[in-house]
């Protein structure tokens, strides 16, 4: 079965920094992956996705993901990060006909 | 769109009362999620339905919970009778195809 490791419960950036949120999966085939980003009081948003071809993915919002095969890694980044960025981010796998796997989720705190 | 719908954003009853929680899905989305988030346990998925049939229910904690769809347009989760445990952020999700979902803002349940 499926899973998803997100090594980092809680992170500290300061405003203008650059930011990477860590992410590992098991899967046994190729996988679907994402990134979704819960701001306080909200739904989870989808900020990117992969699914094949291009290892490194844009999003919304400026971030941007980079599939790594040979160590399970889907790591999330950030090369200039905003004060409204402050949230809790959820790295999630998948398959054809799979269901989705959401990992525990890393709260992204931003120091002016 | 307006994206998926939940109702109410809050909730607060009494242990032992009876809760339902609501969920109008995106148009000409097939599928649709339950999820209940924890500070303890995180986002787990609960129940998925496809074209309003129940799919995998396995992630339903017990008999209490119950979840209906009676069309493609509105999605009922009951909680019957409500313990303080239950006490969650209920979400709902959509999605064309069950890998990229779509999730409401949630239902916060408190559970005196």
């Known amino acids: 079965a499926q899973s998803v490791t997100q090594p980092d419960i809680h992170i500290t950036v300061s405003e203008g920094a650059s930011l990477e949120l860590r992410c590992n999966y098991s899967?046994?085939?190729?996988?679907?992956l994402f990134w979704y980003v819960q701001s306080p009081g909200q739904g989870l948003q989808l900020l990117l996705k992969?699914?094949?071809?291009?290892?490194l993915v844009q999003g919304i919002k400026g971030f941007e993901a980079e599939f790594k095969r040979s160590q399970s890694s889907f790591n999330l980044r950030k090369p200039s990060v905003h004060w409204s960025d402050a949230a809790e981010y959820f790295c999630a796998v998948g398959g054809s006909g799979d269901d989705m796997r959401f990992g525990a989720g890393t709260r992204l705190t931003v120091k002016p | 769109d307006a994206g998926v719908i939940q109702s109410p954003r809050h909730e607060v009853t009494e242990m032992g009362q009876e809760v339902t929680l609501r969920c109008k899905p995106i148009?000409?989305?097939?599928?649709l999620f339950w999820y209940r988030q924890t500070m303890m346990r995180g986002l787990e998925l609960l129940i998925y339905?496809?074209?309003?049939?129940?799919?995998?229910d396995s992630g339903m904690p017990e008999d209490r919970f119950s979840a209906k769809m009676p069309n493609a347009s509105f999605s009922t989760l009951k909680i019957q009778p409500s313990e303080p445990r239950d006490s969650a952020v209920y979400f709902c999700?959509?999605?064309?195809?069950?890998?990229?979902?779509?999730f409401g803002a949630g239902t916060r349940l408190s559970v005196l």
């Open positions: 148009s000409g989305h097939d599928y």
């Open positions: 339905f496809n074209n309003n049939v129940p799919i995998d």
């Open positions: 899967y046994g085939a190729t996988p679907y």
């Open positions: 999700a959509s999605s064309p195809t069950k890998n990229i979902q779509y």
């Open positions: 992969y699914f094949s071809g291009d290892t």
